[in-house]
């Protein structure tokens, strides 16, 4: 059974940090680029950042560049989301997902349940 | 960026009703484009990919069509759990969501 697990959500005040965790199993995670996506409350989807098999290459939206970094340790099954500088516009529920970005296609799509990130102070 | 927008944004309709939700594309995206259904508090969950193809386990009343700019995503014959939330989105270049269709009851 294919498990994609978030954590490290949770309130932080703005201009802060925080570290996102998603732990996966039940598919090769190696083989697999990945995805942040986020949704704001009562909002639509937001692709956030994608990240390749081996680390390369890594792409990001133009209202997190400069501020989040995308990383995976393909030996620990992890993708994790580093945030820094954080606005009041950064709350939302991060999905960890292997969806589809840039004509990557990977069947079924996988995306976890989320973490709610609140930006307040 | 290629933006993606939908219509309507909110769509009130019955038990058994056809319902179509359309996307169109700020440039051409070819047949690089999916639908996904999200209930409330739930990861969305794929119905369509490359326009028209239906994903596994996904019931025939649903079906997409299109190609370029323009799609459109059926869902004939409406169910309870058919109300929902519904997004396109573009896998051409990145990735970019519309910004969703609510199917609600009439």
């Known amino acids: 059974e294919v498990q994609v697990v978030e954590s490290g959500g949770g309130l932080v005040q703005p201009g802060g940090s925080l570290r996102l965790s998603c732990a996966v199993s039940g598919f090769t995670f190696s083989s697999h680029s990945m995805n942040w996506v986020r949704q704001a409350p009562g909002r639509g989807l937001e692709w956030v950042a994608y990240i390749d098999r081996s680390s390369s290459p890594i792409y990001y939206a133009g209202s997190v560049q400069g501020r989040f970094t995308i990383s995976r340790d393909n030996s620990k099954n992890s993708l994790y989301l580093q945030m820094s500088s954080l606005r009041a516009e950064d709350t939302a529920v991060y999905y960890c997902a292997r969806t589809f970005f840039g004509k990557v296609a990977p069947r079924p799509n996988y995306w976890g349940q989320g973490t709610l990130v609140t930006v307040s102070s | 960026d290629i933006q993606m927008t939908q219509s309507p944004s909110t769509l009130s309709a019955s038990v058994g009703d056809r319902v179509t939700i359309t996307c169109r594309a700020s440039?051409?995206?070819?047949?690089?484009l999916a639908w996904y259904q999200q209930s409330p508090g739930k990861a969305p969950k794929l119905l369509i990919y490359?326009?028209?193809s239906l994903e596994s386990g996904v019931p025939s009343r649903f079906s997409g069509s299109g190609s370029g700019t323009e799609f459109t995503l059926t869902i004939s014959g409406l169910q309870p759990d058919d109300f929902a939330t519904y997004y396109c989105?573009?896998?051409?270049?990145?990735?970019?969501f519309g910004q969703g269709t609510k199917v609600e009851i009439k």
């Open positions: 440039q051409s995206v070819n047949r690089w």
């Open positions: 989105q573009q896998y051409t270049s990145y990735s970019t």
């Open positions: 490359e326009a028209s």
